[in-house]
């Protein structure tokens, strides 16, 4: 076992949307770190193709699982205490985006980015509470956007969904302090992955260029930075923190700011 392997060993973490992307990269990264790693996402395929690519993948547990379902949720959940006895780190990971203006939105749809991004985070947080309070300084990190704390046109619904789990985090913390858990949310901007290529974009919305977007990797990183040495919240961008801040102090200059950012053909409030 490597150095960097040991004061990590036998941590045993669950990772959602662990199939691609992000999720994709702290199972990796965990795994090199010496945890345990439950990968939970629906596509099985993909699920055994990243648990084949980890370290030691015979330590590891595929957890097919659609959120979106509550039943799937607390089987899920089970099936981890049955393998794992603990969880010790929750990485709440999982979300899809939806470029779109309100007035395309199909209800569908609409209704499985909440179930997604919303409701199945408070699912996951209760099913996962026995196991956390049963784990070693147990932490949950809920991978959210610098758009949590500004709303955005084109995003609305997207960004509503990480608002909420600002919130989500924000009451969290303070109901499970006194469990001994950390609850982390982690704002992070543009990441290269297929995130906004898998989004909905019924109206051809130009999404945002990510060619200098952060690394996957990158963002592993700060999740498992977390896990050592947890804070109630962090942004991986200042200026998006800065707008944020804005939008409290003068709603107006933050509309101006952004429009003039995004481009994309929006305007700015007049009234
Ligand atoms: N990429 C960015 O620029 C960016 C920026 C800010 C925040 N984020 C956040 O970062 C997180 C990860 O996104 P990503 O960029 O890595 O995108 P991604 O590659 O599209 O990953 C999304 C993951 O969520 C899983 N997922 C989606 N719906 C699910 C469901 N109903 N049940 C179970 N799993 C589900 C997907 O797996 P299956 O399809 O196999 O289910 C996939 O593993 C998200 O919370 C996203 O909001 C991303």
């Avoid at 795994?31 to 055994?48: F, I, M, N, P, T």
């Avoid at 956007?145 to 608002?163: D, E, H, L, N, W």
């Avoid at 609850?183 to 051809?204: H, K, S």
């Amino acid at each position: 076992m490597s150095a960097g392997r040991q004061g990590a060993s036998l941590r045993r973490a669950l990772v959602t949307g662990a199939s691609s992307g992000i999720g994709e990269a702290t199972a990796r990264a965990l795994s090199r770190a010496g945890y345990r790693v439950v990968l939970l996402a629906r596509r099985e395929a993909e699920l055994e193709r990243v648990r084949a690519s980890l370290a030691e993948p015979d330590t590891h547990l595929c957890v097919p699982c659609d959120l979106r379902d509550a039943a799937s949720v607390a089987a899920a959940l089970s099936q981890v205490r049955a393998h794992f006895g603990a969880l010790d780190l929750v990485v709440q990971n999982a979300a899809h985006g939806y470029l779109a203006r309100v007035e395309e939105y199909e209800p569908a749809l609409l209704r499985s980015l909440v179930a997604t991004n919303v409701t199945a985070v408070l699912d996951v947080a209760r099913e996962s509470l026995p196991l956390l309070r049963a784990g070693e300084r147990p932490v949950m990190v809920l991978v959210s956007s610098i758009v949590a704390r500004r709303g955005i046109p084109g995003q609305v619904a997207y960004a509503a969904s990480k608002a909420a789990l600002s919130s989500i985090g924000e009451g969290l913390r303070i109901e499970w302090a006194g469990d001994g858990i950390a609850v982390c949310l982690l704002d992070i901007g543009l990441t290269r992955t297929a995130f906004f290529a898998n989004q909905p974009n019924p109206g051809r919305l130009r999404g945002p260029d990510i060619s200098a977007a952060d690394s996957p990797e990158r963002v592993a990183g700060e999740i498992l930075a977390l896990d050592r040495h947890p804070e109630p919240e962090r942004w991986l961008s200042w200026k998006w923190r800065a707008l944020s801040l804005l939008g409290l102090l003068s709603p107006r200059l933050s509309d101006r700011y952004l429009v003039r950012r995004m481009g994309g053909g929006w305007s700015t409030p007049g009234r």
